[in-house]
C-alpha cells in the first residue's frame, strides 16, 4: 500500500493516510525534522529515498503526506506552518489549508 502512496506523493498528490500507512511510512522513512504543533499534533520532514516529505495531521484527525524538491524547502514549509498555528493560538481567526500546495 506504501508503494501507491509514494507513487501519488511522487506525482504532487497530498495524500491521506490511514495509521497504519503512517507506521509503515515512519518505519522505511528517515525522519529529519519534527515539531508538536499543540494544535494538531506532530509535523515531520521525512526523507524516503529520493523523496522529501511533509507529513501533518489535519483537522487533528486526518494523516496527510506531501512532497517537497528539498529539506530546505520543506522547513520553510514548517516555520510558515507553525506560524499559522502560533497566530492561531492568539486567536487570529486564521485557519490552515492543509490541501493547498
Known sequence: MLESIIDQVRAGAIVTLTPDDL?????????????????????RILRLDDLVLIQETADKTQIIVRSQPTVDGARAFVARRLETYERMWDGCGCSVSYFDP
Open 23 to 43: 507506521a509503515e511510512l515512519l518505519a522505511r522513512a528517515e525522519l529529519v525534522h519534527e515539531e508538536d504543533t499543540y494544535l494538531s499534533d506532530m509535523i
